[in-house]
């Protein structure tokens, strides 16, 4: 494939950088793919906020009292052809969920809410952090169009809340649960173990990332059949 | 991440396949022994340091094992009718061992996660990079432990302790009793004490795999083969080609039964799904 | 006299701009503003499980993760008065000091186009991405994951490190040192490989107080907390204040903080200055600080990994959940980091506060950028390495 190499940037508005390292770290294993900027990379402003993109990951949970970030969101919408939720505060909340506000210096900041909450976003990849495969991944679901991958996390972008309590109340209590274990292995925090075959959401370890529900495969066919949550 | 276009999903081949190995036929009584012949093969030629399994403890029972050897292998052979949640224990393991490449032989729904931890990893503690072979056993479903159990006892008088082993054959479960009995239950029947969760999966043969593996009744001393990557295909082929198994292409009328099998459950996950819509 | 001048600086950990206030082509001052969201992580602990603590504040920064964990380990275990065993401390601080070294490591990434000449760029993110792995890996291995890192706990570690896995560490950590050592022998300390821009750097100078609490852990008795006073930007500038001024200090969504009154240097050079007499009052210095401390870490992770006994327990016994008041203190990879907890009677947390390098580092940049040249005035905030996740969590005012 001759031409341009696909334009991607990186931004952050709010998260913890964690998913800003991630994607730094992909770098080197997209730079075949695609002609990618981070705040990492980049000399001026500028080169992030200005022009348009082809790809726009977006990582952290939008502050809906904060009128400058939501026109950051907005102006990033406007210029990119694709705009990824990356991360899991970008896609569900993750752990600014938990945010009450309240707080000087801006005791106003008291929502923070997923970027889909705000604008249109084409796919939700979550993580706390995703790793630096997710991205390459992606991209070459995206180059491909491998339709499956793509329905998936395209699917995943109409969420607006996941989590361990979700899992539990909708799986779990529910009586779909087989025990498959998958869950145990996808919590960034430990939050759940199997406990004779059924998994126990130790809560105060849930910070909301939504990473077992996406990888739970009772879960993930409800979802992508269209129940509503 | 499935979506099911064929009962069957993609695949290379289809074949009714048998072991060489005696020893192993003989152990297997109920099925060709390509599973573990394969698993062996692949300890043998050094394909993967380790062959993920699980083994009986008791009855219905299970653990995972990390099977190095053949003898192990052979030791965990066997249909287990229960879904081990083994995959914190195998990651674990896979770190404090180091292990580099595994071969995970799991049911549907364990083999799909795995495929997707491969394709799409989500957590930097994730190892689908250690996952070398998939190999996808056919499932109509696990059994929900405690029910199974007390309708066992209720309906046939067998106490939980009681239970050595579970086979199938043909349309009949055969539950070996410890006191040396066979009792002889309705598939029909106990397909009715399958786990919930299970009722809505539709996936019959493990389409995510590498290689699929499974028994059809009408042929109970043979596997049904059905190879889905290039990486299963060479892996099936070379196995063939060093003798360890001998196979030919599934004929039609047995391809046709497998489709309708696959298919039934399908329609079977549709039905309870609707419910949840 | 020129205006004002609002710059949003690229290559830092976060968002954030620099206001200057020129004569000329000199910079008479300057305003580091923070202008992240405040995701308000003390108030959201309130009523909240201590457990619940340690992986959220771990969130507040996704580059000094580790640090925040082990603070608020600290100060949890210092609330309730238990105490991890000898080798879950010494397996605690390598995960500290890894997410030093990783921290390190990432702001070479960011000083590139500022320190070297163009043509070395590209090997020069080879032998960076390279090093950074093997960091990662080390931090894998014994913190559970390389951000994030859910093996620190209260009491210690969640699980130690098989003892059949130290030689994959002592394997991974001989080739991280090698990486680093190459780069600070055959690179940074190469003056023919660095820019120009260095050797300006190299001309200004910046003494301030230092401030730093332990060369590689942190020491909640060699600084006094009770003197670190947190204060809006708004307050450290003389009245009057320019209606111009007022609204570019308003829009800072982090505070300061002073010890003992005065604006003081936390990060490397001063934990390099106070514990290693480390000599080097130039704005060039900071980086050299930090660089140096790369390897001392290194050094010191070597110590621990002959030191630890892995056969040993690597958590407490008893975590009692009960009332107490605890501070922890730990040397982030930018400084001085202050946790403070006040648990209730059922254990739950009543009061949470966390003072960040960056927030005292925050008016030592205003400082920094005191009569240098206009175009050198991005670069310097850099030479701080801010944390703006950090310095914007957010922190109550004393009044």
Known sequence: ?229 | MMFLKNPLGEYKGVYLAQTTSKEILARREISGGVVTSIACYILKKNFSDAVVAVKRTRGIEGTIILARTCEEVIEAAGSKWTLVPYMKALRDTIIEENIRRVTVIGLPCQINFLRQMKEFPLLETDFGDRVRFLIGLFCIGTFAHEVFKSFMRSMYGVKPSEIEDVKILGDKLLVYVSDGGIVKVPVAEALKYLQTGCLLCPDYTAVSSDISAGVLPDMPHYTVVITRTSVGQKLFERAIADNVIKAKPLDEKLLEKLKRRALSKMHRAEKYAMQFM | MSVTVGERITRIGGEAKLYIRCDGDTVLYGLFICEAPVRGFEKLLVGKNPFFAVEASMRICGICHTSHGIACCEAIEHAIGIYPPRDGLLLREACGILNRIQSHILHQFLILNDFFKKGFKKILLKNLFKALEFCNRLLSRIGGAPTHPPNITIGGLMKGVPEARMGDIQRDLGELEKLVREYVREFFLDDDKLSNKVDILREYNLELGKVASHMFYGDRFNINVEEVSVVHPMDLIENPISEELRGILAKSSALCALYRGKKVEVGPRSRMTIYRGFKGSTLYDLQRARVLEMELNIERLKEIFNEVDLSAPVRTGEIPLRKGSGIGVFEAPRGTLIHKVKLDDTGHIESYKVIVPTMFNIPVIGEAVRGIPKSMASVIPRLFDPCIPCAVHMVEVRT
Request: aromatic share 6%; hydrophobic share 35%.
């Open chain 1, 1 to 229: 494939m001759s031409g341009e190499k696909i334009k991607v940037i990186h931004v952050d508005i709010g998260g913890c950088e964690g998913c800003s390292v991630s994607f730094l770290r992909s770098l080197p294993l997209i730079s075949d793919k695609c002609a990618a900027k981070t705040l990492y990379t980049v000399d001026s402003i500028d080169e992030l906020l200005e022009n348009d993109v082809d790809i726009a990951f977006v990582s952290g949970s939008v502050c809906l009292n904060d009128e400058e970030t939501i026109e950051t969101l907005k102006s990033v919408r406007r210029r990119a052809k694709i705009l990824i939720a990356f991360g899991s505060c970008a896609s569900f909340g993750g752990v600014t969920r938990f945010s009450r506000g309240g707080q000087e210096p801006k005791p106003s900041h008291r929502t923070f809410a997923p970027l889909n909450q705000v604008v249109e976003v084409e796919y939700s990849i979550p993580g706390c952090p995703p790793p630096p495969q997710t991205v390459n991944s992606f991209m070459i679901a995206y180059q491909r169009q491998i339709v499956t991958q793509l329905a998936f996390f395209s699917k995943l972008s109409e969420f607006k809340k996941l989590s361990g309590f979700d899992l539990i109340d909708d799986i779990v209590l529910t009586g779909l649960c087989m025990g498959c274990g998958a869950c145990e292995v996808s919590c960034p925090t430990g939050a759940i173990k199997l406990i004779e075959r059924r998994p126990n959401l130790i809560v105060e370890k849930c910070i909301r990332c939504g990473t077992c529900y996406v990888r739970c495969p009772r879960a993930m066919q409800l979802l992508i059949r269209g129940v509503k949550k």
